[in-house]
Protein backbone atom coordinates (compact mmCIF):
# COMPACT_ATOMS: atom_id res chain seq x y z
CA UNK A 1 0.00 0.00 0.00
CA UNK A 2 1.37 3.68 -0.79
CA UNK A 3 1.11 6.61 1.51
CA UNK A 4 0.60 9.56 -0.97
CA UNK A 5 1.59 12.79 0.55
CA UNK A 6 0.59 15.46 -1.25
CA UNK A 7 2.16 19.74 -0.54
CA UNK A 8 2.61 22.49 -2.54
CA UNK A 9 5.90 21.81 -2.73
CA UNK A 10 8.05 18.91 -3.11
CA UNK A 11 11.28 18.23 -0.86
CA UNK A 12 13.48 18.94 -3.83
CA UNK A 13 13.51 22.22 -6.16
CA UNK A 14 14.71 22.40 -9.42
CA UNK A 15 16.59 25.57 -10.51
CA UNK A 16 17.90 26.36 -14.35
CA UNK A 17 20.71 28.48 -13.50
CA UNK A 18 23.02 27.91 -17.28
CA UNK A 19 21.00 25.67 -18.96
CA UNK A 20 21.03 22.04 -17.41
CA UNK A 21 18.51 21.17 -14.24
CA UNK A 22 19.52 21.49 -10.78
CA UNK A 23 18.36 19.98 -8.34
CA UNK A 24 18.57 20.61 -4.57
CA UNK A 25 16.75 20.41 -0.97
CA UNK A 26 13.68 22.93 -0.38
CA UNK A 27 13.21 25.47 2.55
CA UNK A 28 10.46 25.08 4.80
CA UNK A 29 9.59 23.60 7.71
CA UNK A 30 6.70 21.01 5.83
CA UNK A 31 9.37 19.30 3.56
CA UNK A 32 12.39 19.44 5.70
CA UNK A 33 10.31 17.54 8.50
CA UNK A 34 8.54 15.26 6.46
CA UNK A 35 10.80 14.35 4.00
CA UNK A 36 13.19 12.57 7.10
CA UNK A 37 9.48 10.66 7.81
CA UNK A 38 9.96 6.74 7.85
CA UNK A 39 6.60 4.46 7.63
CA UNK A 40 5.93 1.22 6.91
CA UNK A 41 3.88 2.75 3.81
CA UNK A 42 5.40 2.95 0.57
CA UNK A 43 6.34 6.49 0.33
CA UNK A 44 5.26 9.19 -2.92
CA UNK A 45 5.52 12.79 -2.72
CA UNK A 46 2.87 14.87 -5.10
CA UNK A 47 3.91 18.14 -4.95
CA UNK A 48 5.20 21.54 -7.32
CA UNK A 49 9.37 21.50 -8.21
CA UNK A 50 9.64 24.55 -7.13
CA UNK A 51 10.46 26.17 -11.21
CA UNK A 52 7.82 26.87 -14.24
CA UNK A 53 8.85 25.48 -17.53
CA UNK A 54 6.91 24.84 -20.54
CA UNK A 55 8.95 23.23 -23.10
CA UNK A 56 7.20 19.30 -22.42
CA UNK A 57 11.04 17.91 -23.04
CA UNK A 58 12.20 19.46 -19.82
CA UNK A 59 8.89 18.69 -17.96
CA UNK A 60 9.34 14.91 -18.84
CA UNK A 61 13.64 15.66 -18.05
CA UNK A 62 12.77 16.51 -14.51
CA UNK A 63 9.96 14.27 -14.09
CA UNK A 64 12.13 10.95 -15.29
CA UNK A 65 14.70 12.59 -12.54
CA UNK A 66 11.61 12.86 -9.30
CA UNK A 67 10.51 9.81 -10.34
CA UNK A 68 13.66 8.00 -9.19
CA UNK A 69 12.94 9.52 -5.64
CA UNK A 70 8.89 8.59 -6.14
CA UNK A 71 8.17 12.42 -6.44
CA UNK A 72 5.60 13.51 -8.66
CA UNK A 73 5.63 16.87 -10.09
CA UNK A 74 2.46 19.21 -10.60
CA UNK A 75 3.62 21.74 -12.97
CA UNK A 76 2.63 25.40 -12.60
CA UNK A 77 2.26 28.08 -15.05
CA UNK A 78 3.74 31.88 -14.15
CA UNK A 79 0.08 32.42 -13.88
CA UNK A 80 -0.67 30.33 -11.16
CA UNK A 81 2.01 31.48 -9.17
CA UNK A 82 1.22 34.99 -9.72
CA UNK A 83 -2.55 34.33 -8.31
CA UNK A 84 -2.96 30.59 -6.51
CA UNK A 85 0.61 30.85 -5.17
CA UNK A 86 2.12 34.52 -4.50
CA UNK A 87 -1.86 35.65 -4.42
CA UNK A 88 -4.77 33.57 -2.74
CA UNK A 89 -2.26 31.27 -0.57
CA UNK A 90 0.54 34.13 0.69
CA UNK A 91 -1.37 37.30 0.08
CA UNK A 92 -4.78 36.22 1.30
CA UNK A 93 -5.11 32.70 3.25
CA UNK A 94 -1.28 33.03 4.61
CA UNK A 95 -1.64 36.94 6.55
CA UNK A 96 -5.00 36.59 7.96
CA UNK A 97 -4.21 32.28 9.02
CA UNK A 98 -1.12 34.77 10.63
CA UNK A 99 -3.18 37.80 12.18
CA UNK A 100 -1.79 40.37 9.37
CA UNK A 101 -5.73 41.23 8.49
CA UNK A 102 -4.33 44.63 7.24
CA UNK A 103 -2.24 42.47 4.77
CA UNK A 104 -4.96 40.48 3.53
CA UNK A 105 -5.94 40.89 -0.57
CA UNK A 106 -8.61 39.46 -2.22
CA UNK A 107 -8.90 39.04 -5.52
CA UNK A 108 -11.32 36.94 -7.56
CA UNK A 109 -8.60 36.00 -10.05
CA UNK A 110 -6.60 34.51 -7.13
CA UNK A 111 -9.71 33.10 -5.86
CA UNK A 112 -10.11 31.50 -9.41
CA UNK A 113 -6.29 30.62 -9.64
CA UNK A 114 -6.59 28.36 -6.54
CA UNK A 115 -9.47 26.24 -7.21
CA UNK A 116 -8.02 25.71 -10.53
CA UNK A 117 -4.78 24.54 -8.70
CA UNK A 118 -5.83 22.42 -6.76
CA UNK A 119 -8.07 20.55 -9.38
CA UNK A 120 -4.99 20.42 -10.89
CA UNK A 121 -3.25 18.44 -7.63
CA UNK A 122 -6.39 16.52 -7.68
CA UNK A 123 -6.34 15.21 -11.51
CA UNK A 124 -2.43 13.76 -10.67
CA UNK A 125 -3.81 12.02 -7.20
CA UNK A 126 -6.79 10.37 -9.39
CA UNK A 127 -4.39 9.67 -12.27
CA UNK A 128 -1.76 8.14 -9.72
CA UNK A 129 -3.67 6.13 -6.45
CA UNK A 130 -4.96 2.70 -6.65
CA UNK A 131 -7.32 0.93 -3.88
CA UNK A 132 -5.95 0.80 -0.72
CA UNK A 133 -3.75 3.49 -0.73
CA UNK A 134 -3.95 6.56 1.34
CA UNK A 135 -3.73 10.38 1.03
CA UNK A 136 -2.06 12.63 3.01
CA UNK A 137 -2.76 16.48 2.36
CA UNK A 138 -0.69 19.21 4.11
CA UNK A 139 -1.30 22.59 4.66
CA UNK A 140 -3.28 25.78 3.33
CA UNK A 141 -2.36 25.87 -0.02
CA UNK A 142 -4.39 22.60 -0.59
CA UNK A 143 -7.62 23.09 1.44
CA UNK A 144 -10.29 22.25 -1.37
CA UNK A 145 -8.43 19.19 -2.82
CA UNK A 146 -9.97 17.06 0.19
CA UNK A 147 -13.46 17.92 -0.96
CA UNK A 148 -12.12 17.81 -5.31
CA UNK A 149 -10.96 14.25 -3.95
CA UNK A 150 -13.94 13.11 -2.01
CA UNK A 151 -16.30 13.76 -4.62
CA UNK A 152 -14.14 11.55 -7.31
CA UNK A 153 -13.71 8.90 -4.95
CA UNK A 154 -16.13 8.87 -1.80
CA UNK A 155 -14.37 6.13 -0.24
CA UNK A 156 -10.60 7.35 -0.59
CA UNK A 157 -8.67 7.52 2.74
CA UNK A 158 -7.50 11.32 3.20
CA UNK A 159 -5.68 12.91 6.09
CA UNK A 160 -5.07 16.73 5.93
CA UNK A 161 -2.72 18.15 8.09
CA UNK A 162 -2.66 22.42 9.06
CA UNK A 163 1.04 23.06 9.54
CA UNK A 164 0.05 27.13 9.95
CA UNK A 165 -1.94 28.80 13.14
CA UNK A 166 -5.99 28.75 12.33
CA UNK A 167 -7.10 31.76 13.52
CA UNK A 168 -9.98 32.73 15.63
CA UNK A 169 -13.15 32.20 14.10
CA UNK A 170 -13.75 36.22 14.27
CA UNK A 171 -10.79 36.81 11.96
CA UNK A 172 -11.65 33.40 9.91
CA UNK A 173 -15.12 35.01 9.37
CA UNK A 174 -13.63 38.05 6.92
CA UNK A 175 -12.53 35.11 4.04
CA UNK A 176 -15.60 35.56 1.66
CA UNK A 177 -14.94 32.20 0.51
CA UNK A 178 -14.78 31.35 4.08
CA UNK A 179 -17.93 28.68 3.63
CA UNK A 180 -15.85 27.11 0.87
CA UNK A 181 -12.65 26.39 2.25
CA UNK A 182 -14.56 25.02 5.53
CA UNK A 183 -16.54 22.58 3.05
CA UNK A 184 -12.96 21.41 1.31
CA UNK A 185 -11.07 20.82 4.74
CA UNK A 186 -14.37 18.30 5.20
CA UNK A 187 -13.85 16.64 2.80
CA UNK A 188 -11.13 14.94 5.33
CA UNK A 189 -11.49 12.20 7.40
CA UNK A 190 -9.42 13.34 9.97
CA UNK A 191 -8.03 16.44 9.80
CA UNK A 192 -4.89 17.72 12.86
CA UNK A 193 -3.42 20.87 13.72
CA UNK A 194 -0.42 21.47 16.24
CA UNK A 195 -2.29 22.79 18.87
CA UNK A 196 -5.13 22.62 20.92
CA UNK A 197 -6.36 25.84 20.32
CA UNK A 198 -5.80 26.08 16.30
CA UNK A 199 -8.23 22.86 16.60
CA UNK A 200 -10.72 24.66 18.55
CA UNK A 201 -10.79 27.88 16.37
CA UNK A 202 -11.63 25.18 13.52
CA UNK A 203 -14.59 23.46 15.46
CA UNK A 204 -15.47 27.14 16.28
CA UNK A 205 -15.67 28.16 12.21
CA UNK A 206 -17.04 25.03 11.40
CA UNK A 207 -19.77 25.20 13.56
CA UNK A 208 -20.96 29.19 13.31
CA UNK A 209 -20.00 28.88 9.09
CA UNK A 210 -21.45 25.59 8.58
CA UNK A 211 -24.25 25.18 11.18
CA UNK A 212 -23.09 21.72 11.91
CA UNK A 213 -22.13 20.47 15.42
CA UNK A 214 -19.25 18.81 16.86
CA UNK A 215 -19.62 15.92 19.27
CA UNK A 216 -16.78 16.32 21.37
CA UNK A 217 -14.23 16.10 18.72
CA UNK A 218 -16.12 14.89 15.79
CA UNK A 219 -18.75 15.75 13.34
CA UNK A 220 -20.76 13.54 11.36
CA UNK A 221 -21.32 14.20 7.60
CA UNK A 222 -23.69 11.98 5.55
CA UNK A 223 -22.65 8.43 5.94
CA UNK A 224 -18.99 9.38 7.41
CA UNK A 225 -17.90 11.06 10.05
CA UNK A 226 -14.55 13.70 10.40
CA UNK A 227 -12.28 13.55 13.15
CA UNK A 228 -9.96 16.35 14.63
CA UNK A 229 -7.11 16.15 17.10
CA UNK A 230 -4.05 18.51 18.07
CA UNK A 231 -0.40 16.50 16.92
CA UNK A 232 2.28 18.69 17.16
CA UNK A 233 5.15 17.95 14.73
CA UNK A 234 8.36 17.07 16.02
CA UNK A 235 12.00 17.10 14.45
CA UNK A 236 14.35 14.11 13.72
CA UNK A 237 16.10 14.57 17.06
CA UNK A 238 18.76 12.43 16.39
CA UNK A 239 19.81 13.53 13.19
CA UNK A 240 20.34 16.89 14.97
CA UNK A 241 21.59 15.86 18.51
CA UNK A 242 24.30 13.53 16.71
CA UNK A 243 25.29 16.07 14.24
CA UNK A 244 28.19 17.07 16.14
CA UNK A 245 29.87 13.97 15.65
CA UNK A 246 29.88 14.04 11.91
CA UNK A 247 33.75 15.12 10.83
CA UNK A 248 32.10 17.88 8.49
CA UNK A 249 30.24 19.88 11.24
CA UNK A 250 33.02 19.48 13.81
CA UNK A 251 34.94 21.56 11.64
CA UNK A 252 32.72 24.20 10.98
CA UNK A 253 32.35 24.06 14.56
CA UNK A 254 36.10 24.67 14.77
CA UNK A 255 35.76 27.33 12.17
CA UNK A 256 32.92 29.36 14.06
CA UNK A 257 34.60 28.52 17.31
CA UNK A 258 37.63 30.63 15.85
CA UNK A 259 35.48 33.60 14.34
CA UNK A 260 33.18 34.11 17.56
CA UNK A 261 35.05 32.77 20.24
CA UNK A 262 35.39 35.55 21.98
CA UNK A 263 31.87 36.75 21.86
CA UNK A 264 28.57 35.57 23.20
CA UNK A 265 26.54 34.31 20.14
CA UNK A 266 22.92 34.99 19.50
CA UNK A 267 21.69 33.14 16.41
CA UNK A 268 18.00 33.96 14.89
CA UNK A 269 17.50 31.98 11.76
CA UNK A 270 14.31 32.63 9.58
CA UNK A 271 12.38 32.38 6.54
CA UNK A 272 12.21 35.86 5.28
CA UNK A 273 8.30 36.55 6.96
CA UNK A 274 6.43 39.41 8.61
CA UNK A 275 5.34 36.74 10.47
CA UNK A 276 8.53 35.82 12.15
CA UNK A 277 9.50 39.18 14.09
CA UNK A 278 12.32 39.82 12.84
CA UNK A 279 12.55 43.58 12.74
CA UNK A 280 10.78 43.60 16.63
CA UNK A 281 13.80 41.32 16.86
CA UNK A 282 16.11 43.76 15.68
CA UNK A 283 14.60 46.25 18.13
CA UNK A 284 14.47 44.01 21.17
CA UNK A 285 18.44 43.82 20.19
CA UNK A 286 18.51 47.22 19.68
CA UNK A 287 17.24 48.41 23.09
CA UNK A 288 19.70 45.63 24.79
CA UNK A 289 23.01 47.62 23.16
CA UNK A 290 21.86 50.94 23.85
CA UNK A 291 20.63 50.12 27.85
CA UNK A 292 24.08 47.55 28.07
CA UNK A 293 26.98 49.03 26.70
CA UNK A 294 29.09 46.90 29.11
CA UNK A 295 28.14 44.06 26.68
CA UNK A 296 29.63 45.59 23.81
CA UNK A 297 31.90 44.16 21.80
CA UNK A 298 31.31 40.63 23.40
CA UNK A 299 28.03 39.57 21.97
CA UNK A 300 27.07 38.89 18.48
CA UNK A 301 23.93 38.47 17.08
CA UNK A 302 24.06 36.20 13.72
CA UNK A 303 20.97 36.87 11.91
CA UNK A 304 19.98 34.00 8.92
CA UNK A 305 17.43 35.15 7.21
CA UNK A 306 16.45 32.46 3.82
CA UNK A 307 15.24 34.27 1.20
CA UNK A 308 11.39 33.50 0.20
CA UNK A 309 7.95 34.75 -1.69
CA UNK A 310 10.05 37.93 -2.55
CA UNK A 311 7.57 38.74 -5.56
CA UNK A 312 4.87 38.98 -2.75
CA UNK A 313 5.09 42.85 -2.25
CA UNK A 314 4.83 42.55 1.53
CA UNK A 315 8.08 40.35 1.30
CA UNK A 316 9.45 42.98 -0.72
CA UNK A 317 9.23 45.76 1.20
CA UNK A 318 10.16 43.39 4.77
CA UNK A 319 13.51 43.37 3.12
CA UNK A 320 14.31 47.13 2.08
CA UNK A 321 13.00 47.01 5.97
CA UNK A 322 15.61 44.70 7.49
CA UNK A 323 18.23 45.87 5.64
CA UNK A 324 17.65 49.45 6.52
CA UNK A 325 17.75 48.43 10.48
CA UNK A 326 20.56 46.26 10.46
CA UNK A 327 22.79 49.07 8.83
CA UNK A 328 21.28 51.33 11.27
CA UNK A 329 22.02 49.08 14.29
CA UNK A 330 25.89 48.31 12.44
CA UNK A 331 26.50 51.78 11.91
CA UNK A 332 25.42 52.66 15.44
CA UNK A 333 27.71 50.44 17.45
CA UNK A 334 30.28 48.73 15.31
CA UNK A 335 33.89 49.31 15.75
CA UNK A 336 36.73 48.42 14.08
CA UNK A 337 36.54 44.81 15.83
CA UNK A 338 33.08 43.82 16.03
CA UNK A 339 29.86 44.51 14.00
CA UNK A 340 26.97 43.64 16.08
CA UNK A 341 24.46 42.26 13.68
CA UNK A 342 26.42 39.38 11.14
CA UNK A 343 23.77 39.66 8.45
CA UNK A 344 22.78 36.51 5.93
CA UNK A 345 20.42 36.53 3.25
CA UNK A 346 20.66 32.77 2.11
CA UNK A 347 20.10 29.32 3.41
CA UNK A 348 23.02 27.46 4.70
CA UNK A 349 23.86 23.28 4.37
CA UNK A 350 22.28 21.39 6.96
CA UNK A 351 25.98 20.77 8.01
CA UNK A 352 27.06 24.65 8.41
CA UNK A 353 23.28 25.38 10.28
CA UNK A 354 23.94 22.38 13.10
CA UNK A 355 26.96 23.51 13.49
CA UNK A 356 25.64 27.48 14.22
CA UNK A 357 23.23 25.72 16.70
CA UNK A 358 25.94 24.26 18.17
CA UNK A 359 28.31 26.77 18.88
CA UNK A 360 25.33 29.59 19.37
CA UNK A 361 24.99 30.69 23.04
CA UNK A 362 21.41 31.74 22.69
CA UNK A 363 18.58 31.05 20.13
CA UNK A 364 16.41 34.03 19.34
CA UNK A 365 13.47 32.59 18.27
CA UNK A 366 10.49 35.49 18.47
CA UNK A 367 7.81 35.09 15.61
CA UNK A 368 4.77 37.34 15.68
CA UNK A 369 2.60 34.36 14.78
CA UNK A 370 3.99 30.81 13.86
CA UNK A 371 2.32 27.91 13.30
CA UNK A 372 4.68 25.57 15.40
CA UNK A 373 8.64 26.74 14.66
CA UNK A 374 11.25 23.66 14.00
CA UNK A 375 13.99 26.06 14.17
CA UNK A 376 13.91 26.59 18.31
CA UNK A 377 13.43 22.33 18.48
CA UNK A 378 16.34 21.74 15.99
CA UNK A 379 18.30 24.31 18.65
CA UNK A 380 17.59 22.61 21.43
CA UNK A 381 18.36 19.29 19.54
CA UNK A 382 21.59 20.23 18.57
CA UNK A 383 22.94 20.88 22.13
CA UNK A 384 24.40 17.37 22.62
CA UNK A 385 26.55 17.86 25.45
CA UNK A 386 26.89 21.81 25.97
CA UNK A 387 24.97 25.10 27.07
CA UNK A 388 22.33 27.22 25.54
CA UNK A 389 19.16 29.16 25.76
CA UNK A 390 16.52 29.32 24.40
CA UNK A 391 14.44 32.33 24.02
CA UNK A 392 10.73 31.82 22.06
CA UNK A 393 7.79 34.18 21.50
CA UNK A 394 4.58 32.62 23.46
CA UNK A 395 3.24 33.25 19.99
CA UNK A 396 4.75 30.30 18.16
CA UNK A 397 3.19 26.79 18.44
CA UNK A 398 6.65 25.12 20.06
CA UNK A 399 5.50 27.48 23.03
CA UNK A 400 3.01 24.90 24.33
CA UNK A 401 5.99 22.29 24.77
CA UNK A 402 8.89 23.98 25.13
CA UNK A 403 7.87 25.48 28.32
CA UNK A 404 12.03 25.34 29.65
CA UNK A 405 12.79 28.39 27.36
CA UNK A 406 12.76 31.80 28.33
CA UNK A 407 9.01 32.44 27.06
CA UNK A 408 8.53 36.28 25.93
CA UNK A 409 6.29 38.09 23.80
CA UNK A 410 7.68 39.69 20.94
CA UNK A 411 5.83 42.41 20.51
CA UNK A 412 7.33 43.92 23.78
CA UNK A 413 10.72 45.22 22.90
CA UNK A 414 11.79 45.71 26.60
CA UNK A 415 10.75 41.47 27.05
CA UNK A 416 13.37 40.64 24.26
CA UNK A 417 16.11 42.85 26.28
CA UNK A 418 15.62 41.87 29.57
CA UNK A 419 15.73 37.83 28.06
CA UNK A 420 18.72 37.92 25.81
CA UNK A 421 20.55 39.27 29.39
CA UNK A 422 18.70 36.63 31.72
CA UNK A 423 20.31 34.29 28.80
CA UNK A 424 23.62 35.65 29.19
CA UNK A 425 24.08 35.25 33.11
CA UNK A 426 22.11 32.36 33.51
CA UNK A 427 24.36 29.56 35.26
CA UNK A 428 25.73 26.78 32.82
CA UNK A 429 23.80 24.26 35.33
CA UNK A 430 20.75 25.86 34.69
CA UNK A 431 20.84 25.57 30.95
CA UNK A 432 21.79 22.41 31.04
CA UNK A 433 18.63 21.22 32.88
CA UNK A 434 16.52 23.47 31.28
CA UNK A 435 18.11 21.59 27.72
CA UNK A 436 17.83 18.23 29.23
CA UNK A 437 14.38 18.70 29.94
CA UNK A 438 12.99 20.05 26.40
CA UNK A 439 15.23 17.19 24.95
CA UNK A 440 13.47 14.67 26.88
CA UNK A 441 10.44 15.66 24.92
CA UNK A 442 11.78 16.72 21.83
CA UNK A 443 13.40 12.72 21.58
CA UNK A 444 10.04 11.04 22.10
CA UNK A 445 7.75 13.33 20.16
CA UNK A 446 9.98 13.23 16.95
CA UNK A 447 8.87 13.56 12.99
CA UNK A 448 8.15 9.98 12.69
CA UNK A 449 5.85 9.75 15.97
CA UNK A 450 3.81 12.96 15.14
CA UNK A 451 3.69 10.82 11.34
CA UNK A 452 2.52 7.38 13.23
CA UNK A 453 0.19 9.51 15.43
CA UNK A 454 -1.49 11.10 12.56
CA UNK A 455 -1.30 7.82 10.24
CA UNK A 456 -3.19 6.47 13.03
CA UNK A 457 -5.47 8.55 13.48
CA UNK A 458 -6.29 8.53 9.87
CA UNK A 459 -6.30 4.68 9.59
CA UNK A 460 -9.08 4.37 13.02
CA UNK A 461 -11.03 7.21 11.45
CA UNK A 462 -11.50 5.36 7.92
CA UNK A 463 -11.96 1.68 9.67
CA UNK A 464 -14.99 3.78 11.52
CA UNK A 465 -16.29 4.82 8.15
CA UNK A 466 -15.83 1.98 6.05
CA UNK A 467 -18.27 0.41 8.58
CA UNK A 468 -20.78 3.44 8.70
CA UNK A 469 -21.06 2.76 4.76
CA UNK A 470 -21.95 -0.78 5.25
CA UNK A 471 -24.63 -0.27 7.49
C1 LIG B 1 5.71 27.36 5.86
C2 LIG B 1 4.47 26.70 5.30
C3 LIG B 1 4.83 25.66 4.26
C4 LIG B 1 5.75 26.28 3.21
C5 LIG B 1 6.97 26.87 3.87
C6 LIG B 1 7.91 27.54 2.87
O1 LIG B 1 6.42 26.45 6.65
O2 LIG B 1 3.70 26.13 6.34
O3 LIG B 1 3.68 25.14 3.64
O4 LIG B 1 6.14 25.31 2.26
O5 LIG B 1 6.55 27.84 4.81
O6 LIG B 1 7.24 28.51 2.14
P1 LIG B 1 7.18 28.49 0.56
O7 LIG B 1 6.19 29.51 0.19
O8 LIG B 1 8.57 28.81 0.13
O9 LIG B 1 6.78 27.10 0.14
Given at each position: ?23 S ?31 E??K ?25 Y ?10 M ?12 C ?12 C ?8 P??K ?9 L?P ?8 E????Y?H ?5 S ?10 A ?10 F ?11 F ?30 M ?21 R??T ?15 YSK ?7 G??S??EH???Y ?16 V ?5 LK ?7 G??N ?30 D ?42 D ?5 P ?9 I ?5 M ?6 L??Q ?9 T ?7 F ?6 T?M ?7 K
Amino acid sequence: MKLYIISNRLPVKVANPNGTFVFSRSEGGVTTGLDSLETSYEKHWIGWPGICVNKEKDKQEINEKLLELNFHPVFLSEAHIRNYYEGYSNSTIWPMCHYFYAYTLYKKCFWQSYQVVNQLFCDEICRLIRPGDKVWIQDYQLMLLPGMLRKVYPELCIGYFHHIPFPSYELFRILPERAEILKGLLGADFIAFHTHDYMRHFISAVERVLHIDFKLDEIQIGNRVVRVDALPMGINYELYHNASQNPVVRQAIDRNRTLFGNHKLILSVDRLDYSKGILHRLHGFSSFLEHHPEYHGKVTLAMVIVPSRDHVGSYAELKTKIDEEIGSVNGRYSTMNWTPVCYFYHGFSLEELTAMYYVADIALVTPLRDGMNLVAKEYVASKCDNTGVLILSEMAGAAVEMTDAIQINPNDSGQIENAICQALEMPAEEQKLRLQRMQKILSVQTVNKWAADFVNGLDMTCMKNDSLRKK
